[in-house]
C-alpha cells in the first residue's frame, strides 16, 4: 500500500493541482484543436488553414495528396502510401497546432507527474493521467476527478490532523 502524503507536502499538493488543472485544460483544448486539423487535412477535405499570405487574412489553402492517398492508409503500419504536399504560403496555423500540442504535451506530462509523486499514487494511475493528453476529451474528464479527489482527500486529512490535534491538548491548556 502506498504511502499516504505528508502534511507538510500540503501547500505543494495544492500548488501541483492547480498547475495540473491548467494544463489539463490547455492540453485538452490543443488536442481538440489537433483532431480537427487532422480531420481537414487527412479527410477527402485536404485542406490547412492558415493566415496571411496569398489567401488573404485566414483561409484555407488545399494539400497535395499522393496517388495512393487514402483516408485508411493512415491505418497502415510501415507504409509511406499517404504522401501530402501543402500549397499554401503565408503561417500554417494547422502545422502552428500541431507543434504547440507537442511541446504542451511534455509541459503536461510534468504537471501530472508532480501531483502523481506528491500523492503518492501508484504507477498505474500516472499513465491514466498521461493518456488524457492523447485521447480527446479524458483531459477535461480527468482534471474534474482528479481535483475533486485530492481537495476532498486534502479536506479530511486536514480536519482529521485538526480534531485529532485538539483531543491530545491537555485540559488545563484547553480551558484558559
Keep these: 500500500m502506498p504511502r499516504a502524503p505528508k502534511l507538510a507536502t500540503f501547500p ?12 489539463s485544460t490547455i492540453t485538452g483544448i490543443g488536442l481538440l484543436l489537433l483532431v480537427t ?8 477535405l485536404h485542406v490547412e488553414l492558415f493566415v496571411g499570405g496569398s489567401g488573404g487574412a485566414v483561409w484555407f489553402a488545399p494539400v ?21 504536399t501543402s500549397v499554401g504560403d503565408g503561417f500554417n496555423v494547422s502545422q502552428f497546432i500541431l507543434v504547440a500540442h ?4 511534455v509541459v503536461y506530462l510534468f504537471s501530472c507527474f508532480r501531483i502523481w509523486s506528491l500523492m503518492r499514487w501508484p504507477f498505474p494511475r500516472f499513465i491514466v493521467l498521461a493518456l488524457g493528453g492523447i485521447v480527446p476529451f479524458l483531459s477535461f474528464f480527468m482534471e474534474a476527478r482528479v481535483a475533486r479527489e485530492v481537495r476532498r482527500y486534502l479536506d479530511e486529512r486536514e480536519a482529521a490532523e485538526t480534531a485529532s490535534d485538539s ?3 491537555p485540559a488545563s491548556e484547553g480551558s484558559r
Design 37 to 44: 486539423e487532422m480531420i481537414l487535412k487527412y479527410t477527402p
Design 12 to 23: 505543494a499538493i495544492r500548488g501541483a493541482l492547480k498547475f495540473y488543472e491548467i494544463c
Design 102 to 105: 507537442g511541446w504542451f504535451y
Design 167 to 169: 483531543s491530545t491538548v
Design 64 to 84: 497535395i495528396a499522393g496517388a495512393d492517398c487514402q483516408w485508411w492508409s493512415l491505418f497502415l503500419p510501415m507504409t509511406n502510401a499517404c504522401e501530402m
